[in-house]
């Protein structure tokens, strides 16, 4: 038992990378055991391993936790990435909530069907309904961080979501000089610096393989 | 200005409900305003009130509160509803977000078109009956305590019997498997703030109308906004 948490899913993105980004930020190491068949994840059902029978599953200090939302916050709290009051946890919680919507689009894109698919909402959406939100916050305070003038849970998740809009339309930040310099920033933080480098645990975007995998292990229909 | 929160949304259940339900729990009394035509949506967001254009928005201590979590996790915090602790946070916020999927679903069911409905509700049932009670019901069963975490009454149990109450309305006898869970409803319905919540004229809503709908998807685009 190396007391280190462990993370179960498939092998890519999906709903555990934010946990990968907010433990990687936190300096924190972590094992993972990939979901490849129907079988290994209806073992774990049947194992009573998964509390709704839902994976992201992370074990971490005796706990076998599952929903996304509550293992990130309980990540944030633990290594003070979560503000240093009720009112700077209420600021990032609806910066992250607000990242996790926009997020959230581009996790579902890969499992739309073609025809039904919009990139054009998820650039719209993202320059004209959320990085002017954080371009502002920023710009108004002119601090390092979004909250707080402290590193936190919504600073990582923030650069997350740049990164992940910039591989759909690279020139997004465009008109966000901001955030590009937060982009900039965020990246250099030793912990996030490591993260991005090659050989991180960092997933890459979803490819075909990864799309019939997932379909395969959840028949999602 | 009347110190206590005040509500923007439309004046039906969606994403406010749970809102609506906590602060009531905690016996704190609100206000609300209602968007009634798009135009009332789009003024809000005009005057810059919604960080990212959407409600729910509760202005509450001097914030203009938005993301129906990050609303509910401020409440819960302020009125100590979340536990002594990270590990008992963490337990009450899976055991929340599992509620608020099993809610998400049940809120989408108006909007199904007339022939996946039935299909549908049959997902709503086995959904709450396969995947989320029996997780409540062991949980109480197996500590024996009259509250979900921590011996005491937390956003969990307001959550879960919230839940349980729209679960009901979708199949009224859903809960008949589940003896613990009937205990559990009674006793927290119970509680002086959640049962004068439950009382006609309270602020609770009712279930959306087909007659409403139409209303609701024009003030809320929903699907394009």
Same mark, same amino acid.
């Given at each position: 038992?190396?007391?280190?948490?462990?993370?179960?899913?498939?092998?890519?993105?999906?709903?555990?990378?934010?946990?990968?980004?907010?433990?990687?930020?936190?300096?924190?190491?972590?094992?993972?055991?990939?979901?490849?068949?129907?079988?290994?994840?209806?073992?774990?059902?049947?194992?009573?391993?998964?509390?709704?029978?839902?994976?992201?599953?992370?074990?971490?200090?005796?706990?076998?936790?599952?929903?996304?939302?509550?293992?990130?916050?309980? !990540?944030?709290?633990?290594?003070?990435?979560?503000?240093?009051?009720?009112?700077?946890?209420?600021?990032?919680?609806?910066?992250?909530?607000?990242?996790?919507?926009?997020?959230?689009?581009?996790?579902?894109?890969?499992?739309?069907?073609?025809?039904?698919?919009?990139?054009?909402?998820?650039?719209?959406?993202?320059?004209?309904?959320?990085?002017?939100?954080?371009?502002?916050?920023?710009?108004?305070?002119?601090?390092?961080?979004?909250?707080?003038?402290?590193?936190?849970?919504?600073?990582?998740?923030?650069?997350?979501?740049?990164?992940?809009?910039?591989?759909?339309?690279?020139?997004?930040?465009?008109?966000?000089?901001?955030?590009? /310099?937060?982009?900039?920033?965020?990246?250099?933080?030793?912990?996030?610096?490591?993260?991005?480098?090659?050989?991180?645990?960092?997933?890459?975007?979803?490819?075909?393989?990864?799309?019939?995998?997932?379909?395969? !292990?959840?028949?999602?229909? | 200005?009347?110190?206590?929160?005040?509500?923007?949304?439309?004046?039906?259940?969606?994403?406010?409900?749970?809102?609506?339900?906590?602060?009531?729990?905690?016996?704190?009394?609100?206000?609300?305003?209602?968007?009634?035509?798009?135009?009332?949506?789009?003024?809000?967001?005009?005057?810059?009130?919604?960080?990212?254009?959407?409600?729910?928005?509760?202005? !509450?201590?001097?914030?203009?509160?938005?993301?129906?979590?990050?609303?509910?996790?401020?409440?819960?915090?302020?009125?100590?509803?979340?536990?002594?602790?990270? +590990?008992?946070?963490?337990?009450?916020?899976?055991?929340?977000? /599992?509620?608020?999927?099993?809610?998400?679903?049940?809120?989408?069911?108006?909007?199904?078109?007339?022939?996946?409905? /039935?299909?549908?509700?049959?997902?709503?049932?086995?959904?709450?009956?396969?995947?989320?009670?029996?997780?409540?019901?062991?949980?109480?069963?197996?500590?024996?305590?009259?509250?979900?975490?921590?011996?005491?009454?937390?956003?969990?149990?307001?959550?879960?019997?919230?839940?349980?109450?729209?679960?009901?309305?979708?199949?009224?006898?859903?809960?008949?498997?589940?003896?613990?869970?009937?205990?559990?409803?009674?006793?927290?319905?119970?509680?002086?703030?959640?049962? +004068?919540?439950?009382?006609?004229?309270?602020?609770?809503?009712?279930?959306?109308?087909? +007659?409403?709908?139409?209303?609701?998807?024009?003030?809320?685009?929903?699907?394009?906004?």
């Amino acid at each position: 038992m190396s007391g280190k948490p462990k993370l179960t899913y498939p092998n890519g993105r999906g709903r555990m990378e934010s946990i990968r980004w907010l433990l990687a930020a936190a300096g924190v190491e972590f094992e993972e055991e990939f979901l490849e068949t129907r079988e290994q994840y209806q073992k774990l059902i049947k194992d009573g391993a998964l509390l709704f029978d839902q994976v992201p599953l992370v074990e971490i200090d005796g706990m076998k936790m599952v929903q996304t939302r509550a293992i990130l916050s309980y !990540i944030a709290a633990k290594y003070n990435l979560y503000g240093k009051d009720l009112k700077e946890r209420a600021f990032i919680d609806m910066y992250v909530e607000g990242t996790a919507d926009l997020m959230g689009m581009i996790i579902t894109f890969v499992f739309t069907p073609p025809q039904e698919r919009n990139l054009a909402l998820i650039i719209e959406r993202a320059t004209t309904r959320y990085f002017p939100v954080y371009e502002k916050v920023l710009k108004q305070h002119g601090q390092e961080f979004l909250v707080g003038n402290r590193f936190s849970w919504a600073d990582v998740q923030l650069l997350e979501a740049i990164l992940m809009v910039e591989e759909k339309e690279p020139t997004v930040l465009s008109k966000f000089p901001v955030l590009q /310099a937060f982009k900039a920033r965020i990246s250099n933080i030793p912990t996030i610096k490591k993260f991005l480098q090659p050989g991180s645990q960092r997933k890459p975007p979803p490819d075909d393989q990864y799309v019939a995998t997932v379909m395969a !292990i959840f028949k999602k229909d | 200005m009347a110190g206590k929160p005040k509500l923007y949304y439309f004046n039906g259940r969606g994403r406010m409900e749970t809102i609506r339900w906590l602060l009531a729990a905690a016996g704190v009394e609100f206000e609300e305003q209602f968007c009634e035509t798009r135009e009332d949506l789009l003024k809000l967001r005009q005057d810059g009130y919604l960080l990212f254009q959407q409600v729910p928005m509760v202005e !509450i201590d001097g914030m203009k509160m938005v993301q129906t979590r990050a609303i509910l996790n401020y409440i819960a915090g302020k009125h100590s509803l979340y536990g002594k602790d990270l +590990k008992e946070r963490a337990l009450i916020d899976m055991y929340v977000e /599992a509620t608020m999927d099993l809610n998400e679903i049940i809120m989408h069911h108006p909007l199904q078109p007339p022939e996946a409905k /039935a299909k549908h509700l049959a997902s709503i049932i086995e959904k709450a009956t396969t995947r989320y009670f029996p997780v409540y019901e062991k949980a109480l069963k197996d500590h024996g305590q009259d509250f979900l975490v921590g011996n005491r009454f937390s956003r969990a149990d307001v959550q879960l019997l919230e839940t349980i109450l729209m679960a009901e309305e979708c199949k009224p006898d859903i809960l008949s498997k589940f003896p613990v869970l009937q205990a559990f409803k009674a006793r927290i319905s119970n509680i002086p703030t959640i049962k +004068k919540f439950l009382q006609p004229g309270s602020q609770k809503k009712p279930p959306l109308d087909a +007659k409403l709908l139409p209303k609701v998807m024009s003030i809320f685009n929903i699907g394009n906004e």
